[in-house]
Structures are given as structure tokens and as C-alpha cells.
């Protein structure tokens, strides 16, 4: 037998509210080819965003990014100015105005990544 025509069966245990909504979604969508198929195609879609789209950093969902003190100095005048409440509050609205997946500096960058990860707003 050739080993990559060679089937494997696997068992995957599901609870009978996850096992319904897998059959609901099959007769829902008979294109796709049964629920093998949907599961295979699932698997796939999983692993390949999930390898596309690791966390950066799970600390707190944040980045440390050191700063020169002159530009802790302007932020803190930023917020001493009242425009925002806090130095980090400054520094993720300038990241946000960057990032702008319509109008931003890295707009396209941006919205390519968001897409590839499945995260658009």
C-alpha cells in the first residue's frame, strides 16, 4: 500500500452539544462534504492560523518597549497637559493612529496582519 494514500482513523471525543452542532453545520452546509471533511478542514485552518499568529508577548497582553527620558519626558507633559490620563494611554494612541488599518503609515501592513490572524474589528 503506498504509505501517502495510506488512511489513518482517528477517534475524537465530543460531548453530544458539540456533536450536534457539527451535524447541524454539515446538513447546513452539504457542500463542504460531511462532518470528516469539515473536521479535517477545521484542523488545517486551526493550525495554520495559530502558526501565522502566535502572541508576541503574553505578559499582561503587553510590550515592554524602553524609551529614551526625553521621550518620557514629552509623554509626561502629554498627560500633565491633561490631553491624556496616563503615559501608557499616550503611548497606545499613537500606536493605534500607526496601526489605522484605513488611514495609518502601516495601514496595509496592518490590515494584511489582521486578516492573516482572523482579528478584523
Known amino acids: 500500500m503506498d504509505d501517502e494514500k495510506a ?3 482517528k477517534t475524537i471525543r465530543m460531548g453530544p ?3 450536534q452542532l457539527l451535524v447541524d453545520y454539515s446538513e447546513d452546509h452539504p457542500e463542504l462534504g460531511g462532518e470528516s471533511n469539515i473536521i479535517r478542514t477545521a484542523i488545517k485552518e486551526y493550525i495554520k492560523r495559530d502558526a ?3 502572541p508576541v508577548s ?3 497582553k503587553g510590550i515592554f518597549v524602553p524609551l529614551s527620558e526625553k521621550v518620557l519626558v514629552a509623554l509626561h507633559m502629554i498627560t500633565e497637559k491633561g490631553l491624556q490620563d496616563t503615559e501608557a494611554e499616550v503611548v497606545k494612541y499613537l500606536v493605534t493612529r500607526a496601526l489605522d488599518p484605513v ?4 495601514a496595509k501592513e496592518f490590515a ?4 492573516q490572524c482572523d482579528l478584523t474589528p
Open 7 to 9: 488512511e489513518i482513523k
Open 103 to 106: 488611514d495609518g503609515p502601516y
Open 112 to 115: 494584511k496582519a489582521l486578516e
Open 17 to 19: 452539544s458539540d456533536y
Open 58 to 60: 503574553d505578559k499582561e
Open 52 to 54: 501565522r499568529c502566535t
